[in-house]
């Protein structure tokens, strides 16, 4: 067989085969025909026999490569790519009849032969097609980060459909399903609160609007991920820079109910309810939904907004969602370390009776190095069972370093916060239906279809400003639902303009929605906040 290396016919060889791959089972015979012409080799005098051995394997493997095996990765990709891509479409893969009667060249035999032995070295064609696969969905999926089950899908397809294992894309996991860093949110935590909207049962913020056709999500999952990457330290810090945000947020709080237009006016209000108690001889009369109505339109015509879009109480309400956002944060990196302390702590069998390696190395006699590993361990395994079992009062913490302040008696421009809310809640619902509105019918414009930092911010302040009784007093909820119940019968009786009676209805309705959902998220906040 010496002359198969002077006839040069291995690239046409290995072309037909890759052509006609049922012909696949006679190359070990060809590669066994081929391993006959090293003997030759080791009659060579100009050269060490070595060196031509050598580069004679190169040429064999280069040129299987190249006519065989890439030629064959890139079929089997883009064959993977297209089934993945178009199945996600409901649209099936176009493919012409080359060879067989369904529609393609059955690579099956390829992939299904032995490893081709050739001197001391095999080549296995199906082991090398799958590292390359490997390879470019690894290189392919740190680029596109959020394509990640869809390589997974891939992968599987591999799997089935032409028995390649391919090895699971083991990322880093400050990279893997992360999503925005903790040490990123920290450091543009005022955009952060602005520009996303938290998900109170969910515990999820969404971005509120984005020039793509995605809105990016953190999820809980993601921040544990940034736990595991930075540690359980990056917990207590996140809480600190999140401090500092309060505080800036609540001097533009107390400002702006320092103003003497807001401040006298929630001073006469609350002197005016009071009255109408007296005289009515009833301490449980609800807060009028009238009242609210005007102290709204009364503040929504003071100066004090740039923005011709937002009004004065609108820019009140975004202030409050946005501590509300920022309380959302510390909950998150609360519920993250204790999902990331949960995983890790896992693998301890016995969290009643945890056993002491340092003491069993002693009792076992094992070198210094030892003992001095089963103490690291030990100190590892308390600090992770002290974080399961106690974990971290953050949102009381934060209430009582507030409380303190605000709560002086230099600070009295702030008793009144309580009157503002029923107000606050009628801009809420109002914006509410106008973003939800945007999404139903598909505007240009994007909206908004989840925003419980505002609850989660009224909780908070009411909390802190121990005002929770006396907004409580007011039966605010009830008396707005009232009144929206009995404004849909009295549409209902109306048998004039049927057109514009439906419409007030419809939003009439909506806004009785929207009113109970914010209810029941106010009501979720304040568990929150129980002692």
């Not at 015509?301 to 011709?308: F, H, R, V, Y």
């Not at 210094?368 to 009062?393: C, K, M, R, W």
């Not at 939800?436 to 909390?463: C, M, P």
């Amino acid at each position: 067989c010496t002359v198969l290396y002077w006839a040069n016919f291995l690239p046409m060889y290995l072309e037909y085969i890759y052509e006609n791959p049922l012909q696949a089972t006679k190359l070990p015979y060809v590669f066994g025909a081929l391993t006959d012409v090293v003997h030759l080799f080791h009659k060579a005098v100009h050269v060490a026999p070595s060196v031509l051995i050598e580069e004679y394997k190169n040429e064999i493997e280069n040129l299987l490569k190249e006519k065989l095996v890439i030629p064959l990765y890139h079929e089997i990709h883009k064959d993977l790519a297209e089934s993945i891509h178009y199945s996600t479409k409901n649209v099936d893969v176009s493919r012409k009849l080359e060879r067989g009667p369904f529609g393609q060249k059955d690579l099956l035999p390829l992939l299904q032969v032995k490893p081709l032995r050739f001197y001391k070295t095999y080549f296995n064609i199906g082991f090398m097609v799958t590292h390359y696969l490997d390879r470019t969905f690894y290189n392919l999926n740190t680029v596109a980060l959020y394509n990640w089950a869809t390589f997974g899908e891939m992968r599987s397809l591999a799997l089935d459909r032409y028995g390649l294992d391919l090895k699971e894309v083991h990322l880093p996991g400050q990279t893997l399903e992360q999503g925005s860093d903790v040490l990123v949110i920290m450091r543009h935590l005022p955009a952060f609160v602005s520009k996303y909207r938290y998900n109170l049962n969910n515990q999820i913020f969404i971005e509120a609007s984005s020039d793509n056709n995605t809105l990016d999500a953190i999820t809980v999952a993601h921040i544990a991920n940034s736990i595991r990457t930075h540690g359980t330290g990056i917990m207590n810090t996140a809480v600190s820079v999140t401090f500092q945000y309060l505080k800036e947020k609540f001097h533009q709080f107390s400002q702006f109910l320092f103003d003497e237009m807001i401040k006298s006016r929630l001073f006469r209000d609350a002197h005016a309810f009071s009255e109408q108690r007296k005289e009515s001889k009833d301490v449980t009369l609800p807060y009028p939904y009238q009242s609210a109505k005007k102290l709204q339109d009364y503040i929504r015509q003071l100066a004090g907004s740039k923005d011709k879009k937002t009004n004065y109480l609108d820019k009140f309400r975004l202030l409050i969602t946005e501590i509300g956002n920022a309380m959302g944060y510390v909950r998150m990196i609360r519920s993250g370390g204790l999902l990331y302390t949960s995983n890790a702590i896992q693998f301890v069998p016995d969290l009643i009776e945890i056993e002491k390696f340092e003491e069993l190395t002693k009792n076992s006699n094992l070198p210094p190095h030892t003992i001095q590993a089963a103490h690291n361990l030990d100190v590892v395994v308390d600090t992770l069972y002290q974080n399961f079992s106690e974990g971290s009062e953050y949102f009381k913490m934060l209430v009582n370093v507030f409380a303190t302040e605000y709560r002086r008696p230099e600070n009295s421009h702030l008793e009144n916060f309580y009157l503002i809310v029923p107000a606050l809640t009628l801009e809420y619902i109002q914006q509410s239906g106008i973003d939800k509105e945007k999404y139903k019918n598909k505007s240009k414009e994007q909206g908004i279809f989840t925003d419980d930092g505002f609850a989660l911010g009224i909780a908070y302040i009411l909390k802190l400003l121990n005002q929770n009784k006396a907004f409580d007093s007011l039966l605010w909820f009830n008396s707005a639902i009232d009144f929206f119940y009995n404004e849909l019968e009295a549409k209902t009786r109306e048998k004039d303009n049927i057109k514009i009676t439906q419409l007030t209805k419809a939003k009439i309705q909506c806004d009785l929605e929207e009113l109970k959902v914010l209810r029941w998220s106010f009501g979720s906040a304040r568990i929150l906040f129980h002692d």
